[in-house]
Nanobody, 120 residues
Framework: VKLVESGGGSVQAGGSVKLSCAAS?????MGWFRQAPGKEREVVASINWNGSVSYYSNSVKGRFTISRDDGNNTLYLQMDSLVSEDTAVYFCASSLFYTLGREWADFHSWGQGTQVTVSS
């Protein structure tokens, strides 16, 4: 599965950004990860194969929303109330499993990433 992210950019603290991930081919569970400079890649949110179950890391819970539109083969991440700590490269990931994953090892395909920069 090929994944292509879009929607990143620069935003002021308190603002919003919506990321999109266009997938080619059949997808199952999917997720969003991020990696800040000097830090390890971490899961942000994930969603199961039909969108009925989602998971959020504690750092984004209540501010970010993951969703999927399987008719358009697209995964989304709505990010609200952004803070400077959200600055990172955001990656879309696809799994071979129906159930959602919470670790990078649960996913087998990755996008190239899109930069999100939050200025305070």
């Amino acid at each position: 599965v090929k994944l292509v992210e879009s929607g990143g950019g620069s935003v002021q603290a308190g603002g919003s950004v919506k990321l999109s991930c266009a997938a080619s081919g059949r997808t199952y569970a999917m997720g969003w990860f991020r990696q800040a400079p000097g830090k390890e890649r971490e899961v942000v949110a994930s969603i199961n194969w039909n969108g009925s179950v989602s998971y959020y890391s504690n750092s984004v819970k209540g501010r970010f929303t993951i969703s999927r539109d399987d008719g358009n083969n697209t995964l989304y991440l709505q990010m609200d109330s952004l803070v400077s700590e959200d600055t990172a490269v955001y990656f879309c990931a696809s799994s071979l499993f129906y159930t959602l994953g919470r670790e990078w090892a649960d996913f087998h395909s990755w996008g190239q990433g899109t930069q999100v920069t939050v200025s305070s």
